[in-house]
């Protein structure tokens, strides 16, 4: 797994016969934007050559630094798939932003807004002009106006140039330069928090200029701090019932329950200097001042459409239910799921997402890693702490239960979905191979009737006891108290209603009988056990010595990445020589597969050009599963594919189950060792004295070394077809490179 852990780092260093659904899950509409397909190479050249001239040489340097570092890092974010453009939340944010600069024409022409799919309550905006908002912050706000107001916010970062010049006066105060030379560490952090929370003052109070140059209202806008305020909360804080996963026969023990959700406590201010931004409270003073004797009549909330406004905010709700689940915040997506089917009963979207989460829920709990995946439920206010409780409270066996019956249920109301199927047999197999071997196990009488008949043998039995043996007293003593235990668990009686339904009862005996075939195999004998290492021995040499034979004929290559850093550096990564390298990688990996007759594409976001849209939304889906994918495999728990609708689109697309994951990172640093070292060694005799040149020449000469990465997925299951993670030489020649891409497209196309 260590390979593994590795190659999942590495990922998140680059980034971060179906049922119809009610709900489509948001994608990117129309032509790529150039903020997307230009390259950062040009993006940092266009910036570099509108720095002032007569500047000072550090300031200028500083400038340029920030504007490599941003270029690229903000392609990123760009191209990781987390960001929307051309869909209906993207064009009402950019519809709001036309209201405000109506009178502004030129600044509107500059400013580009998109849509983030993240559940954090943000916003943030960029030197060149670009304003991000967050899915998390949209799903929390009441009114167009307080959108509002947030982007007349960000707009004053970028006019003012807020991002650039916190990051100069930041290596400012990081080198001691000017006038922070003599400062301590402490004081330093204080003069950076100081001078940002001045720029964010800045930015409220001029946003509030150019909020109030609008016709939006002021009477909601003071709500937006009580957002910022409770961020951590959900959208909503609605009572949990209890009956939402009960059944007339699966009833929860009491203290599964709190008596009362915990509190939700006002966030205490803390220690001001320790942030960069003036605390809420103080925020919302100085802002209610400024409109206190602001008359808004006349003035709306909504200009653009109170109905899109709603209709924007649920598909931000909506999306953060399946952001939680991706992320493995799987209590999280059931409560933001359980509060919209409020309004949306019969929505089967968020009915998928409740079952995907409990499947998941339910197999990290048999996998013993629970820890993993559930959030202790002191640390939760709001109603919401219920459900965390009684997850707390539950065992694997309450788990696996609660899980199937709620699967079993939705499975007959769309027994066409091969999603839920899927997850049904999953949770069944389970449930009678870990907690219930066969069907004695559960009860087929209701708790009050089964409590009459074990006190109606007892009285029958009370007679013939002094008639037995001390050997039958002792196993009658025992069959009453493990009654008295299943009796006690509500799991014993939670599928009364199911054992009357023939398909649950076929199915469990299907099961049960598997499992029975299972455990009684035939054991293998010391021949066949001799032949069989004989076997695993030699295909094992045959791997070493010739590779693997996948006997694969088509695969998608997808985000390539090739990474250059020198780590003798402050900023390691050698943004520039990595994007010319990685533009050539394309067409070496195209060049290789060729030579080996494999049917390759490659979905490669640094050539997109403005019509590659398909593309752009197969690789934001890819990024994100494959970064699921990762989290189930390196906490080594067999979570099938829960977006098999998804995939399976990508499969008929495509032609092909088969998608690969590569990258290159070439590595330079310092030799290791100290001269004094050297000469100590040298003075005592360890070294021959004229090779002490040759040793000196060893220790300042860097080290190379360049490193190859690799993982192909069948995407249909999940699971690893080929994994590779291994130095493949010094300097990162182009021979070394074909190599061995050579040499992994020839296994995967081989077969033996």
């Known amino acids: 797994m260590k390979k593994l852990y590795l190659i999942n780092f590495i990922f998140l260093f680059l980034i971060n016969g ?91 022409s500059e400013i580009r807004i998109y849509a983030v799919k993240s559940p954090h309550v943000n916003a943030f905006a960029t030197n060149s002009g670009m304003i991000f908002v ?80 609008s016709n939006y209202s002021t009477n909601k806008i003071m709500g937006v701090f009580d957002v910022l305020q409770y961020a951590y909360l959900p959208f909503d804080d609605i009572k949990f019932e209890r009956s939402f996963f009960e059944t007339d026969h699966l009833k ?21 200097s320790k942030s960069t931004h003036p605390s809420i409270n103080k925020r919302r003073e100085y802002i209610f001042n400024e409109i206190a004797d602001i008359d808004s009549k006349g003035k709306k909330d909504f200009i653009v459409s109170e109905e899109d406004f709603l209709d924007v905010r649920k598909k931000a709700r909506y999306e953060i239910a399946h952001l939680y ?119 087929s009488v209701e708790r009050n009737e089964l409590a009459k008949t074990v006190q109606q043998e007892e009285e029958e039995d009370e007679v013939d006891i002094a008639k037995l043996t001390k050997y039958e007293k002792i196993k009658h003593q025992q069959k ?37 075939k299972k455990n009684t195999k035939k054991k293998e004998t010391a021949k066949e056990r001799k032949a069989r290492i004989k076997r695993e021995t030699r295909e094992k040499q045959l791997i070493k010595r010739r590779g693997h034979a996948h006997g694969i004929d088509k695969m998608v290559v997808f985000n390539p990445f090739y990474i250059k850093l020198d780590h003798r550096k402050d900023q390691p990564r050698k943004f520039l ?34 019509n590659d849209l398909e593309k752009y939304n197969d690789l934001a889906f890819l990024n994100s599963w494959f970064k699921e994918r990762l989290s189930h495999l390196d906490n080594q728990v067999p979570i099938t594919n829960l977006d098999r609708e998804l995939v399976n689109e990508l499969i008929s697309k495509y032609d092909t189950k088969y998608f690969c994951w590569m990258g290159i990172l070439g590595h330079t640093s310092r030799k290791g060792g100290k001269l004094g070292n050297l000469l100590l060694a040298s003075s005592l005799g360890y070294l021959f004295v004229p090779a002490i040149p040759y040793y000196l020449f060893k220790m300042v000469t860097p080290e190379y070394a360049t490193n190859f990465y690799c993982l192909v997925l069948d995407i249909k299951t999940g699971e690893i077809v080929h994994a590779q993670a291994e130095s493949i030489g010094y300097m990162d020649s182009s021979s070394q490179i074909n190599a061995t891409l050579y040499d992994l497209f020839y296994q995967i196309k081989t077969n033996r």
Do not use: C
Not at 254 to 272: H, R, S, W
Not at 586 to 603: C, G, Y
């Open 252 to 272: 929860f023990p009491e203290d599964y329950f709190l008596e009362t959700a915990n509190e939700i406590v006002e966030p205490e201010e803390g220690d001001e």
């Open 480 to 516: 009453k108290k493990k009654e008295v235990e299943e009796n006690k668990e509500f799991t014993y009686f939670a599928f009364i209603d199911k054992l009357q339904d023939k398909d649950f009862v076929r199915k469990f005996d299907e099961i049960e009988e598997s499992i029975t």
């Open 577 to 610: 020589k990595s994007e010319n390298a990685q533009l050539g990688l394309s067409e070496r990996i195209f060049k290789n597969a060729n030579l080996n007759n494999l049917d390759l594409e490659v979905i490669d976001d640094i050539v997109f050009k403005e």
């Open 18 to 108: 179906l049922s119809a659904q009610d709900y489509q899950l948001l994608r990117s509409e129309g032509k790529i934007p150039n903020d997307f397909t230009t390259l950062s190479s040009e993006t940092y050249k266009q910036e570099t050559e509108q720095i002032e001239d007569g500047i000072k040489r550090r300031e200028k340097k500083a400038q340029k630094n920030f504007f490599l570092e941003n270029s690229f890092r903000l392609r990123e974010l760009l191209n990781s798939g987390k960001v929307l453009f051309n869909d209906p939340v993207t064009n009402y944010i950019n519809k709001v932003a036309d209201e405000l600069l109506k009178d502004n024409p030129q600044l509107r």
């Open 134 to 213: 967050n899915l998390g912050l949209l799903a929390q706000l009441t009114t167009e106006a307080q959108l509002a107001f947030i982007l007349s916010h960000e707009m004053v970062h970028y006019t003012h140039n807020h991002v650039l010049e916190g990051y100069i006066e930041t290596q400012k105060i990081k080198q001691s330069k000017g006038m922070y030379k003599k400062l301590s560490v402490e004081e330093k952090l204080l003069a950076k928090n100081n001078y940002s929370k001045e720029r964010e003052t800045e930015a409220d109070l001029e946003g509030l200029e150019i909020f109030l140059r």
């Open 325 to 443: 689940q991706q992320s493995l915040n799987y209590e999280k997506a059931i409560y933001q799921a359980y509060m919209l089917l409020k309004e949306d009963p019969e929505s089967l979207f968020l009915q998928k997402i409740i079952a995907k989460s409990l499947y998941a829920l339910t197999t990290y709990y048999n996998e013993g890693d629970k820890q993993k995946v559930h959030t202790a439920a002191d640390r939760i206010e709001g109603e919401s702490s219920q459900l965390f409780h009684l997850f707390e409270s539950m065992s694997a066996k309450d788990m696996n239960t609660v899980t199937l019956n709620y699967l079993w249920d939705l499975n007959k109301k769309h027994p066409d979905d091969l999603e839920i199927s899927l997850l049904t047999d999953k949770v069944f197999e389970s449930l009678v191979e870990k907690h219930f071997q066969n069907r004695d196990k559960l009860s």
